[in-house]
């Protein structure tokens, strides 16, 4: 009898092992590779590190200076640059040095809050479309189209209708209009990996749909994934100073980019300076983060994985 388990004993342990290796994938190393990869790349690295920077300045800078962005000076209206304020003052006499700064918090919360948004509607939305196929992918598909055809102005409008003005609005009518191009890579990448072996080998153990969607489907399209969601940063923070522009963004006297440039193009021609450094770092900022995407795009292709794996 023992020798007749011990025929079935190597089948079983190959099985734990093959399920052992299905939950705990080798992606640390992979990981490690990326960023080894990531940081060779000397665009992206000093792109990260002016967006840390920006981060930086963007929390001490207005908690430290001696003016804040709502504090007016009347006696030194649309001053130029001086030592004073560094990057002069507006029409009220406020600080836009000061402004500038705040106006990153705005900038770059938005940037980051909507991409959040975009990340987990892309996932939900693109994940169920593909890995259910068939008619639901058709309907989920045409459902995006659709929405995709309503020219970007006239849903801005309907939302701002639907939300009250303020960060958070400004925030979730970003994210709600950038998340249709996470779910279509999102689903390309899934209709690619769910008839991979790994996971019909997952199918086989008696792993549910979940399981196999959040812990083996999942974790293979980060790479994509990843880099589709920086490279949504930059054009939600151009969808702020877009909205601000227009005066649908965030009230005043809160400071932000978009309404900074809007109101310095009014005085381009006497004052130059206070279009100018709103709209050098929405520049600046949308520049750095598609410098890092493109950084984080090459370090994450699979391709170079496997190339890895082959010199090695």
Request: aromatic share 14%; with cysteine.
């Amino acid at each position: 009898m023992d020798n007749f388990e011990n025929l079935f004993l190597p089948l079983t342990r190959h099985h734990s092992d093959e399920k052992k290796s299905l939950d705990k994938l080798d992606f640390p190393s992979k990981t490690s590779l990326a960023f080894q990869k990531f940081f060779k790349n000397k665009t992206a690295t000093y792109s990260f590190v002016f967006v840390m920077l920006l981060f930086l300045g963007a929390v001490f800078i207005p908690i430290f200076s001696s003016h804040t962005y709502y504090e007016n000076h009347l006696d030194v209206v649309n001053s130029k640059p001086n030592m004073d304020f560094w990057f002069g003052t507006d029409e009220l006499g406020r600080d836009i040095f000061v402004r500038v700064w705040s106006g990153a918090r705005i900038s770059l919360g938005v940037g980051l809050g909507s991409a959040f948004i975009d990340l987990v509607l892309g996932v939900l939305f693109g994940g169920m479309s593909g890995y259910c196929g068939g008619f639901i992918d058709e309907v989920m598909m045409r459902v995006i189209d659709v929405l995709d055809g309503v020219p970007t102005l006239l849903k801005v409008m309907a939302l701002r209708c639907l939300f009250r003005g303020g960060f958070f609005t400004v925030l979730v009518i970003i994210g709600l209009l950038s998340w249709s191009r996470t779910a279509r890579v999102v689903r390309f990448q899934v209709l690619e990996c769910k008839n991979q072996d790994f996971v019909l080998a997952a199918r086989a153990i008696g792993a549910n749909k979940k399981r196999i969607f959040f812990f083996h489907i999942l974790p293979n399209i980060w790479g994509p994934l990843i880099v589709s969601v920086t490279l949504s940063v930059p054009s939600s923070i151009f969808g702020e100073g877009f909205l601000s522009f227009l005066g649908m963004g965030v009230a005043l006297p809160v400071a932000s980019w978009g309404s900074m440039a809007s109101s310095g193009l009014q005085a381009l021609r006497d004052y130059p300076w206070r279009l100018f450094f709103p709209v050098g770092f929405i520049f600046a900022t949308m520049l750095a983060f598609n410098w890092i995407g493109d950084g984080l795009r090459d370090a994450m292709d699979p391709r170079r994985f496997v190339e890895e794996e082959g010199k090695s």
